[in-house]
């Protein structure tokens, strides 16, 4: 991007210096064919103001092309964002459920190992 405006001025710099280097040429009046009529105008200022303009032209397409891709960077940033989030909450809610699933088969396993202890006691009690 750098390169482009640097080379952008630098052709700008140069038509600038051109264009005063030779200010009597690009202010001698000469005739000119519109199409539909001639006028007398000085063919170097016009091709001149028609080189701004098209340069005014090119930088406002610059502008507006750098600013949509902005613009959509911002959006895709925000999106990524609340995927991310989103993708966090759902871990931790795995994580949550997986803790309630280990502490119940805990609990399970304390209530067999209860069990098979009372019955080993009350057999050996029996005998």
């Known amino acids: 991007m750098r390169t482009k405006i640097l080379l952008l001025i630098i ?3 140069l ?13 001698r009046i000469s005739t000119l064919n519109l199409g539909l009529t001639t006028m007398q105008l000085p063919l170097g200022l016009v091709m001149l ?9 090119f930088l406002a397409v610059t502008v507006y092309m750098h600013s949509t891709q902005l613009m959509e960077t911002r959006k895709y940033a925000r999106e ?4 991310r989030e989103l993708a966090e909450q759902a871990e931790v809610s795995r994580y ?6 280990l502490e119940s088969q805990a609990a399970l396993a304390i209530n067999r190992d209860c069990d098979t202890i009372a019955a080993i006691d009350s057999r050996m009690l029996k005998t």
């Not at 038509?15 to 202010?27: H, K, Q, R, S, Y």
């Not at 949550?96 to 699933?101: A, Q, S």
């Open 49 to 57: 103001l028609i080189v701004v303009a098209m340069s005014l032209i």
């Open 80 to 83: 990524l964002t609340a995927q």
């Open 11 to 13: 052709s700008i710099v």
């Open 96 to 101: 949550t459920k997986l803790r309630g699933y």
């Open 15 to 27: 038509i600038a210096g051109f264009a005063m280097l030779n200010v009597d040429e690009f202010t």
